[in-house]
Nanobody, 126 residues
C-alpha cells in the first residue's frame, strides 16, 4: 500500500501564489509517476499536472499552463505544485495521485492513477 499526504493549501487573494506538497510513503520502492488533480464544488475532478519518475516529462492542463509548475524530489518521495497568478476559478480541493504503470509517461486520466491522497483545499478570493 501507498499513502499520500498533501499539504500547503490555504486561502490566497487572486494573483497570489501557493505551493502544494505531497509526501508518499509505504511501498514506494518502484518507479512511479505523480499527478495533481482538483475538484471544485459541483464539478468533476479534473487533471492539473503530472510528472514522470525522472522528472523529464511533465504534462499540464491548458488552464494552468504557464502559471503552475510541478516538480519532484525522489530522495524525499515528494512532489510539489507551485502555483502562481492564482485565479478564483482555481479554487478547489487539490489531490495528488500516484501511477506505477506509466511512470515514464504520465497521463491526465483519473483512472490511470492507483493511489490518491485526501486532498488539500485551495481557496482564491477575488
Amino acid at each position: 500500500q501507498v499513502q499520500l499526504v498533501e499539504s500547503g493549501g490555504g486561502l490566497v487573494q487572486a494573483g497570489g501564489s501557493l505551493r502544494l506538497s505531497c509526501a508518499a510513503s509505504g511501498r514506494t520502492s518502484r518507479n512511479y509517476a505523480m499527478g495533481w488533480f482538483r475538484q471544485a464544488p459541483g464539478k468533476e475532478r479534473e487533471f492539473v499536472a503530472a510528472i514522470s519518475w525522472s522528472g523529464s516529462r511533465t504534462l499540464y492542463a491548458d488552464s494552468v499552463k504557464g502559471r503552475f509548475t510541478i516538480s519532484r524530489d525522489n530522495a524525499k518521495n515528494t512532489v510539489s505544485l507551485q502555483m502562481f497568478s492564482l485565479k478564483p476559478e482555481d479554487t478547489a480541493l487539490y489531490y495528488c495521485a500516484l501511477d506505477f504503470d506509466r511512470y515514464w509517461n504520465p497521463g491526465g486520466v483519473n483512472s490511470a492513477y492507483e493511489y490518491w491522497g485526501q486532498g488539500t483545499q485551495v481557496t482564491v478570493s477575488s
